[in-house]
């Protein structure tokens, strides 16, 4: 069964259609929604993890609705020694992927559960989260 982390980007025509839906009924798809937000303008973004054995054919389905498919290549990483463990990061990070291990109050991270939310690069006063491509 095959999984994968994708990226949709809808627009202000398709974003109010029952998409998942269809992807779990038509296409027997697990979905598993870890982000998604709707700007004023009503376009769309979520980040989804997809397993099923019909992934190929509910990419395809997305796509001739108009959705935008883009895989998650992008990846956050810790610099290890630029981390000072202060734990500002840990506040915002919205899955814990970032962590105060116990009892050494050291700051962990499991990019695993990371959404690329992105808020421990603004929040990080030594900058010690980067983007790796």
């Known amino acids: 069964m095959t999984e994968k982390k994708v990226v949709l980007k809808f627009s202000a025509q398709n974003a109010d259609k029952p998409i998942i839906y269809?992807?779990?009924?038509?296409?027997?798809l697990i979905i598993n929604i870890l982000k998604a937000s709707i700007n004023p303008h009503k376009e769309g973004t979520m980040v989804l993890e997809i397993s099923g054995d019909r992934?190929?054919?509910?990419?395809?389905?997305?796509?001739?609705?108009g959705v935008s498919v883009l895989p998650i290549e992008t990846e956050v990483v810790r610099n290890i020694e630029r981390c000072t463990s202060?734990?500002?990061c840990t506040v915002h990070c919205p899955t814990q992927a970032l962590y105060i291990?116990?009892?050494s109050m050291e700051v962990?991270?499991?990019?695993?559960?990371?959404i690329l939310c992105l808020m421990c690069l603004k929040i990080c006063p030594v900058r010690a989260m980067e983007v790796k491509v």
Request: aromatic share 12%; hydrophobic share 25%.
């Open 22 to 28: 269809h992807l779990v009924k038509d296409y027997d």
């Open 55 to 65: 992934y190929e054919e509910g990419i395809s389905f997305l796509e001739k609705q």
């Open 86 to 88: 202060c734990g500002a």
């Open 101 to 103: 291990k116990r009892p």
């Open 108 to 114: 962990e991270f499991d990019g695993e559960k990371c």
